[in-house]
C-alpha cells in the first residue's frame, strides 16, 4: 500500500517537472487548410518550426496557447510575384506583408533578379528578417549582363553564356526562370531564345514565370507566346500578374482565358497570377516611352530625347500609350508614386503634373511631361486602366493563383500601389466576403497550396501535421484592406496573429521581436 502510494507520488512528481508537451498550441479554431477543403474545427499544435498535430482537441500542456475561437486558421500566404528586395534590408521585418498573413515573399519576377543569386542569398541568410524569401532568375538581368540592351538575337556563344547563367542561377538556389518580354531589354528577346533559356531551367524542375510581351492590344498574343515557351521548352508556365490593360481591350481576358484552358486541355502546365485592383505600378519610362527609344541604355535615350526627329517620334507614341494603353486614355489616370528627382510629386497625377509645368492638359502635352519626368531622371506610377470584370473573370479561374507584385515598403515613405499593403487581405475582404465571388477555402487555396506546389515547396502551404509552421489567423467577419490609392500607407485589418517557422511574428497589433524568416532555397541548389 505504501508503495503504490510512493510510485503515484513519484509519477505526479515526474508529470509536474515534465515540460511542456508543445510549444504552442492555437485552441479551437476553424482550419481552412489550403486544399480547398471546407473549413473543419480543429486545434493545432505546434514544436519548434513544425506542425505536431492538428486534433479536434488537443489536451496536452503547452509553453504557450492562443484561443481562436472563431477564427480561420489558414497556413501562412506565399506571395509568388514580389519587389521584395526593394526594402527587405531597411524593413526586415516586412510589416506591410507580415501584417497581411504572409510569410513567404517571392522574388525576382519580370526578368529581374540580383545576378548571381548567390551573394545577394547570403547577404540576406545574415541579416535577421521576418518572412521567408525565395527567388527567380531573371531573364532580363542575364541578358543584360552578356549582351546589354542592344535588340538584336544573341550569338550562338552568347546563348551559351546565357544558358550556363540560368544553370549557375537554378544552382545558387532559383525556383526558375522569370521573363519581363514588356521591358527593356526582355522586349529584343525573339520567342525562341526564351525557349532556349527555359528549357535549362526546367531540365532543373524550375518554372517559367512571365510578365508578357504585351498586356494591352497584344495581350492574346502575349499569352499564346507564353504558353508556347512552357510547350517548347517542356516546363510549366505562368502568366504573371494577368490583366487586360487599355480601354480598347477590355474583355480579351475571355480569350485569354480561353487560351489557358486549351493549353491545360492538351496538357500543358499552364497557370496564371494577379493582384486584385485596377491598376497597375511601373516607370513612367518603361509604361509610357516606345522600347526602341530605350535601346542602348538611359544615355542613348537622352540622345533620342535631345534629338529633335527622333524626339517627335517618341512624343507620338507616348502619346498613343497615355491615350490607348497604360495611360488609360486620360492623363488624370497616371499617378506619380515616387520620384527620386523630386519626392513632392509623388501622389500627383500626370494632368497635375502637366499643369504645374505651365502647359494646358492635353494628351500630346502629357506626353512631353512624360518625357521630361524621364529625362529628370524618372519616375515610378501607378496607371488606373485595367477593368473590374477582367479582374474578376481572371480572379475567379480555378488556374489563377494571388501574387501582389508589391514591395516591402516603408512605411509613410513615397505613395506607392496599396497591393503591397492589401493584396490578400483584399481579395479575402472584397471578393470573399462582400462581392462572394470565392468560397473562403478556394481563395485561400489561391495564396498558399497553389502558389506551394507551383514552386515544389512540399514542406509549406497546407496546414498538415509534418508541415512548416507558418500560419495566418484571422477574422473572417472583418479581413479588410484598408489601403487605398490616396492613402496606401495602412495595414491590414482582421488579421489576428502570424506564425512564421513556428514563432509567432504578429500579434495584438503589433509585430513581435521575432524574425524566424529563412532563405528557401529551389530544386537544384547546390
Ligand atoms: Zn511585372
Known amino acids: 500500500m505504501r508503495r503504490v502510494a510512493f510510485v503515484v507520488l513519484l509519477a505526479s512528481a515526474a508529470l509536474a517537472a515534465q515540460p511542456a508537451s508543445y510549444d504552442l498550441v492555437l485552441r479551437n479554431g476553424r482550419i481552412v487548410d489550403g486544399t480547398g477543403s471546407p473549413w473543419y474545427r480543429a486545434d493545432v499544435a505546434i514544436e519548434g518550426d513544425t506542425i505536431v498535430r492538428i486534433a479536434p482537441s488537443i489536451r496536452e500542456t503547452a509553453a504557450r496557447t492562443i484561443d481562436v475561437s472563431n477564427l480561420v486558421v489558414a497556413p501562412g500566404f506565399i506571395d509568388i510575384h514580389t519587389h521584395a528586395r526593394r526594402g527587405i534590408f531597411e524593413v526586415p521585418t516586412a510589416d506591410n506583408y507580415l501584417r497581411q498573413g504572409v510569410t513567404t515573399l517571392v522574388e525576382g519576377p519580370d526578368g529581374s533578379s540580383p545576378l548571381p543569386l548567390r551573394p545577394f542569398f547570403e547577404k540576406l541568410a545574415a541579416t535577421r528578417f521576418t518572412p521567408n524569401f525565395a527567388s527567380f532568375v531573371g531573364q532580363g538581368s542575364i541578358r543584360s549582363a552578356v549582351i546589354g540592351e542592344v535588340n538584336r538575337p544573341a550569338t550562338s556563344e552568347e546563348l551559351e553564356k546565357m544558358r550556363q547563367l540560368v ?68 516546363l510549366p508556365t505562368q502568366v504573371t500578374h494577368h490583366k487586360v490593360i487599355g480601354k480598347m481591350y477590355w474583355g480579351r481576358s475571355a480569350d485569354t482565358l480561353k487560351l489557358i484552358d486549351e493549353a491545360r486541355a492538351r496538357g500543358v502546365d499552364a497557370t496564371i497570377d494577379q493582384y486584385p485592383y485596377t491598376a497597375s505600378s511601373t516607370s513612367i519610362s518603361a509604361a509610357l516611352l516606345p522600347a526602341w527609344a530605350q535601346e542602348g541604355g538611359r544615355q542613348e535615350l537622352m540622345k533620342r530625347l535631345d534629338n529633335p526627329d527622333t524626339r517627335e517620334k517618341i512624343k507620338a507614341e507616348s502619346a498613343a500609350l497615355i491615350r490607348n494603353e497604360r495611360g488609360g486614355g486620360d492623363p488624370r489616370n497616371v499617378v506619380a508614386a515616387s520620384c527620386r528627382f523630386d519626392p513632392s510629386l509623388a501622389g500627383k497625377n500626370l494632368a497635375e503634373i502637366t499643369t504645374k509645368r505651365g502647359l494646358t492638359v492635353t494628351i500630346e502635352n502629357a506626353a512631353e511631361t512624360a518625357m521630361w519626368i524621364v529625362m529628370e531622371g524618372g519616375c515610378q506610377a501607378i496607371f488606373h486602366a485595367i477593368s473590374e470584370e477582367d479582374l474578376q473573370r481572371i480572379l475567379v479561374h480555378p488556374a489563377t493563383m494571388i501574387g501582389s507584385d508589391g514591395e516591402v515598403a516603408v512605411f509613410g515613405q513615397n505613395v506607392p500601389h496599396p497591393r503591397s499593403y492589401g493584396t490578400f487581405v483584399r481579395v479575402l475582404g472584397r471578393y470573399v466576403r462582400e462581392l462572394k465571388l470565392l468560397s473562403l477555402e478556394s481563395a485561400v487555396q489561391k495564396m498558399s497550396a497553389f502558389p506551394a506546389q507551383r514552386l515544389g515547396l512540399a514542406d509549406r502551404g497546407v496546414l498538415k501535421q509534418g508541415l512548416k509552421a507558418d500560419l495566418a489567423v484571422f477574422d473572417p467577419a472583418r479581413v479588410a484592406d484598408t489601403a487605398t490609392f490616396e492613402k496606401p500607407h495602412s495595414y491590414a485589418a482582421g488579421v489576428s496573429a502570424v506564425i512564421v517557422n513556428g514563432e509567432v511574428v504578429f500579434e495584438k497589433e503589433a509585430m513581435t521581436q521575432a524574425r524566424p524568416g529563412r532563405v528557401l532555397y529551389g530544386p537544384a541548389r547546390k
Open 167 to 234: 544553370r549557375q542561377g537554378m544552382e545558387d538556389g532559383a525556383f526558375g526562370l522569370s521573363s519581363g518580354l514588356f521591358y527593356v531589354p526582355g522586349t529584343f528577346t525573339p520567342t525562341a531564345e526564351v525557349v532556349e533559356l527555359a528549357r535549362v531551367a526546367g531540365e532543373m524542375g524550375g518554372i517559367y514565370i512571365s510578365h508578357m510581351r504585351d498586356e494591352a492590344k497584344g495581350v492574346v498574343d502575349s499569352v499564346r507566346e507564353t504558353i508556347a515557351i512552357g510547350e517548347q521548352g517542356g
